[in-house]
């Protein structure tokens, strides 16, 4: 039973460019919930999403960053003209319902680097 | 505003002793609380979850304790060996639903 899949594992990109980041979640669970780690800091959450559907965005800067999960596929978090302060690690965790009680399963993370 | 404290400061504890770490909180109401482990590089992984009509919760080695009065979680593991050495995350559930507010985290550390 795969957990949950995150690629890239590792992203460089250069200032201006675009970060593409695609989260799996575990077979079943269709509740993606994004988190961002700076160094030296805590996991500050993104945005949380269904098939088709965004939740809550409430955590996500309002400029650059967009998120999505679609009916096939992965669930992508897209940052556009990436900044050296977007530097950070990236977690996806999926979870099989939206409601309070349920623990999150994480992937591995996608560390970004942006020179 | 919310927030979520643990001690910044690493926990460094003798193999074979009990760990005690701490995660307060303000301006909350959560219905859960979870606690995760973070080891170098990699994804948190869920450890026990409490309610808030829980006090205790027991899992191997692991005990949870939350009091919502004083609105404090402990989290202890007992007989600690090298391999609990980590990061450990306390984290609260927002609005009652399952997106996360997480602690800072602490990071233990177990000497042979």
């Known amino acids: 039973n795969a957990g949950v899949m995150q690629n890239p594992r590792h992203l460089v990109r250069r200032r201006g460019q675009e970060a593409r980041l695609r989260c799996s979640p575990m077979?079943?669970?269709?509740?993606v919930y994004w988190y961002r780690q700076l160094p030296e800091e805590g996991l500050k959450f993104m945005v949380y999403?269904?098939?088709?559907?965004?939740?809550?965005e409430s955590g996500m800067p309002k400029e650059r960053f967009s998120a999505e999960f679609p009916k096939e596929g992965p669930s992508i978090l897209r940052i556009q003209q990436v900044v050296r302060g977007d530097s950070a690690a990236y977690f996806c965790?999926?979870?099989?319902?939206?409601?309070?009680?349920?623990?999150?399963?994480f992937g591995p993370g996608t560390r970004l680097t942006v020179t | 505003s919310q927030k979520i404290e643990q001690n910044s400061e690493a926990l460094n504890i003798q193999e074979g002793k009990t760990a005690t770490l701490t995660c307060n909180y303000t301006?909350?109401?959560?219905?859960?609380l979870q606690w995760y482990r973070q080891d170098p590089g990699r994804g948190p992984v869920f450890l026990l979850l409490?309610?808030?009509?829980?006090k205790e919760k027991r899992k191997e080695r692991l005990k949870v304790t939350f009091d919502t009065t004083l609105k404090q979680s402990l989290f202890h593991i007992t007989a600690s060996q090298p391999a609990d050495s980590a990061t450990y995350l306390c984290?609260?559930?927002?609005?009652?639903?399952?997106?996360?507010?997480f602690g800072g985290g602490t990071r233990l550390m177990v000497k042979p």
């Open positions: 077979k079943g669970h269709s509740h």
């Open positions: 301006n909350y109401s959560p219905a859960y």
């Open positions: 984290a609260l559930d927002r609005n009652a639903g399952n997106m996360l507010t």
């Open positions: 965790a999926s979870s099989p319902s939206g409601t309070g009680g349920y623990e999150q399963y």
């Open positions: 999403l269904q098939k088709e559907n965004i939740i809550d």
């Open positions: 409490i309610r808030e009509n829980e």
